[in-house]
């Protein structure tokens, strides 16, 4: 079947080329995609309306949405209108992700694991509240914010500029209403999973890096690197995560009816009382998606349709042994301010380093070289027998590629190689 994947990021190269080795895959339409997969047919569409049309002409018979803001547009309620199959969930159900609040209510509804929080729409409220509870404290804007909305503020001045900044529009509408939550401490995980309304199929662990810097240090981050899998995810664990979060999720949004066949992303951490919730994606996670599917032996597209089509309980997911680690190679500046427009060279010599080097900020420039265009430009991906193994052919890989003034955090997968050694 022709198939169509909707945006131009790492994760969706990754998508793109675990999709293209299924022998269910015909011509891969890519929108508006990126220089990674030279054989992927671009496609110029970018409203949900020209997106569903382009898929009626063109036969597709499998449309894989990346990015949650066309997600939370209703792409899907548009799709399943005109009877095409399309991977995510409803305009309703994407509010899981679009909206903290939505989601915060839906945790407290169903009895899922999470901290407390508390909701403001008006700002002096907001700032009064931070005075009665004090600090640490996270400070979300309640809406989209490409990952860059969440503050941890250690300290009331951290905490009173992030309520300030959301309220001054640093995130747009999305932070017109702010939440106020409790810092849980313990160690991230993120859990991917496949559901179809019906079934729910947990895929293999991961942990990502949202701090710029080494250290966990910095400015939050749309993902500076990720390994899979998460050692701090033991089978025992993830027996729990399955009774006390995934399961529960399954339950509430039958109970909601919640039109859900996609892909839920459960944030984690890891508390002394067990896993709690920090927040809901509705789509893959990005770079996550890199280590991950970097690790998937099973056939992707064939558990796509099965969501797509509410048959997922027909599918069992084969994962290789081996961890994956993806760095992010970012420009100089993220995710503040960057130049664009960079040349890059090395990518091939790290692919035979043996590396999968997915684009996650790159473009042709007039000249039809391969240039910097995003703050994130590459995931830089490898797998090996050990994490230390995986950590270090990455890192190969990094250092055979360059350009002017590039970044990267170099302690990614460092939780795991303490665990490892």
């Given at each position: ?9 790492g ?44 898929a ?16 939370c ?8 209108e005109?009877?095409l ?15 903290k ?25 907001a700032?009064q ?16 914010a ?12 951290a905490a009173r500029?992030?309520?300030e ?5 640093a ?11 409790e810092c ?6 993120s859990i991917?999973?496949?559901c ?35 050692p701090?995810?033991t ?8 009774s006390?979060?995934?399961q529960?999720?399954l339950?509430?949004?039958?109970e ?14 890891v ?11 509705v ?19 064939e558990?796509l ?21 993806c ?8 995710p ?6 960079l040349?890059?060279q ?23 070289r ?12 490898a ?14 890989g ?10 990267y955090?170099r ?10 050694s």
């Amino acid at each position: 079947m022709d198939i169509l994947l909707v945006g131009a990021g790492g994760r969706e190269h990754a998508i793109a080329w675990k999709m293209m080795q299924s022998p269910l895959a015909g011509k891969l339409y890519w929108a508006p995609g990126n220089p990674g997969i030279p054989q992927a047919i671009p496609v110029s569409a970018k409203t949900p309306e020209e997106l569903a049309k382009f898929a009626q002409s063109h036969g597709i018979g499998l449309t894989m949405v990346g990015p949650e803001a066309m997600l939370c547009e209703g792409i899907v309620d548009l799709f399943r209108e005109r009877g095409l199959r399309i991977v995510g969930p409803d305009r309703r159900a994407a509010q899981l992700e679009g909206s903290k609040a939505f989601a915060k209510d839906f945790m407290a509804r169903h009895g899922l694991p999470t901290g407390k929080a508390r909701i403001f729409t008006n700002r002096q409220e907001a700032l009064q509240y931070l005075e009665e509870t004090g600090a640490p404290i996270v400070v979300k804007a309640d809406g989209l914010a490409a990952g860059k909305g969440v503050v941890v503020a250690t300290d009331l001045n951290a905490a009173r500029e992030a309520v300030e900044s959301c309220f001054e529009g640093a995130f747009g509408a999305a932070g017109s209403r702010v939440l106020l939550e409790e810092c849980l401490t313990g160690e991230e995980a993120s859990i991917l999973a496949l559901c179809d309304g019906k079934t729910i199929v947990p895929l293999a662990s991961s942990q990502d890096h949202k701090r710029a810097y080494d250290g966990d240090k910095g400015p939050n981050t749309g993902g500076m690197g990720a390994y899979s899998p998460a050692p701090v995810v033991t089978p025992a664990l993830m027996e729990e995560i399955q009774s006390r979060i995934l399961q529960p999720f399954l339950k509430g949004v039958q109970e909601d009816g919640l039109y859900f066949r996609g892909i839920i992303y459960a944030g984690i951490m890891v508390t002394a009382e067990g896993p709690k919730l920090l927040e809901f994606n509705v789509r893959f996670g990005d770079p996550e998606t890199q280590a991950v599917l970097a690790r998937l032996d099973s056939d992707l597209v064939e558990a796509l349709v099965a969501t797509a089509d509410g048959r997922l309980g027909e599918v069992t997911l084969t994962w290789s042994p081996h961890p994956a680690v993806c760095v992010v190679m970012a420009s100089q500046g993220y995710p503040g301010a960057y130049p664009k427009g960079l040349p890059i060279q090395g990518i091939a010599q790290a692919e035979e380093a043996g590396c999968l080097v997915f684009h996650a900020g790159t473009r042709r420039d007039e000249q039809g070289r391969l240039v910097t265009h995003g703050g994130r430009v590459l995931g830089v991906t490898a797998r090996a027998a050990t994490v230390r193994q995986a950590v270090e052919k990455a890192y190969q890989g990094v250092s055979l590629i360059s350009w002017e003034g590039a970044e990267y955090r170099r302690d990614i997968a460092y939780r795991a190689l303490q665990r490892e050694s």
